[in-house]
């Protein structure tokens, strides 16, 4: 019998016939090699390749080029590209380093906000309206003492659909009794017995209030009821063209209590927070009741400016500051006038001074 080695070998002689004799040597030749080198791969696969089938895949990718090596880095999406960090100088520490990290917070107003506190003759010899519509007021000075002429608007008592108007003392001037600065503005008060009032001096204008039992005033001889308390200023024709610079005022006023507000909460221990707390609430409910009936006040807004102030200089000075050194200006300062031309002077240099130094 043959062994399995000749009958393979008689097999291959077999096939070798019908081969061209030119191809007989070169396959002869090419066997050995081919299988060589098929042995030499697949040893050097199993030498080098990864246990895991996964770890195999990741080695051919990086074996022909297609791995995560040839591909750049991309950065995240919606990540701000940060700058490296510029190396620090030796012995100098980072900012942060050896400190806790905390959230910045606004910083906490240290000292009240004084805002300038107006005159006490500044409304002196002005005719003052009611909410700048109707009725009459009018402070003058005479030496250090000061009186009012007044007459109150109001409606019939017997028919309430119409008007009224009343002199008050009969329409001669009524002696103002100076009552200090207890809330940061001067008061001064009439002693009239039919209708004693409070005036609160402000700028450009006087806030009353009544002194009786009530908001109203009624003279049942002259079948009239009047409520005089509220904002007596100027007509809202005389206001408009200045709503820019009070809207900028507003916004300095605003601030100013809103940081007042602050440090008296701070100081205040205890329960007596709550107190200040609905105070602050009363004043922006009454402001807003007081000046919604003022002339035009959505255009010019300079009653809400006029009660944000005198609330600014309240809180300061029952903080204790002083209020004679206003630390915040609430006026805007007025542009300065430019100057005429002088006959004989060059026109392209009006803005110059004459006599310049040369």
């Known amino acids: 019998m043959h062994t399995a080695r000749e009958v393979a070998s008689n097999r291959e002689a077999d096939r070798l016939m019908f081969v061209p004799v030119s191809e007989r040597v070169f396959a002869k030749k090419s066997r050995p090699f081919r299988v060589a080198t098929g042995a030499l791969l697949v040893f050097a696969g199993l030498a080098v390749a990864p246990a895991t089938p996964a770890r195999a895949q990741n080695f051919f990718e990086e074996l022909f080029g297609i791995g995560r090596a040839a591909r750049p880095p991309q950065p995240p999406r919606n990540v701000p590209v940060q700058p490296p960090p510029q190396p620090a100088d030796p012995g100098v520490s980072a900012p942060g380093e050896g400190a806790e990290t905390r959230p910045s917070v606004p910083a906490q107003p240290r000292q009240p906000v004084v ?166 609430a009363a004043f922006s409910s009454d402001r807003e009741q007081a000046c919604r009936t003022y002339a035009r006040e959505g255009a010019h807004g300079y009653c809400h400016l006029r009660f944000t102030e005198a609330r600014a200089i309240a809180l300061a000075t029952r903080l204790g500051a002083n209020t004679a050194t206003p630390t915040a200006a609430n006026a805007p300062a007025r542009p300065r006038r430019s100057r005429l031309p002088v006959e004989g002077m060059n026109p392209d240099a009006q803005a110059s001074e004459p006599f310049a130094d040369q």
Not at 158 to 172: A, F, I, M
Not at 188 to 214: H, K, M, N, Q, Y
Not at 239 to 261: C, H, I, M, S, W
């Open 115 to 280: 805002l300038r506190v107006p005159a006490e003759d500044n409304v002196a010899g002005q005719d003052l309206l009611l909410n700048g519509l109707n009725g009459s007021l009018k402070i003058e000075r005479s030496g250090s003492a000061y009186t009012a002429q007044m007459t109150l608007p109001g409606t019939k008592i017997s028919q309430p659909t119409e008007n009224c108007t009343v002199k008050l003392d009969g329409g001669k001037p009524m002696p103002l009794s100076a009552e200090g600065r207890a809330q940061g503005v001067s008061r001064f008060s009439t002693a009239s017995a039919e209708c004693p009032l409070r005036f609160e001096i402000l700028d450009g204008s006087v806030l009353a209030t009544p002194l009786g039992s009530g908001s109203a005033c009624t003279f049942t001889a002259a079948d009239c009821e009047t409520t005089p308390s509220g904002l007596w200023g100027p007509n809202a024709a005389a206001l408009l063209p200045q709503a820019g610079e009070f809207d900028t005022a507003r916004g300095v006023a605003d601030k100013a209590v809103r940081d007042n507000y602050k440090i008296m909460t701070q100081r205040a221990r205890g329960g007596d927070v709550r107190p200040i707390v609905q105070e602050q």
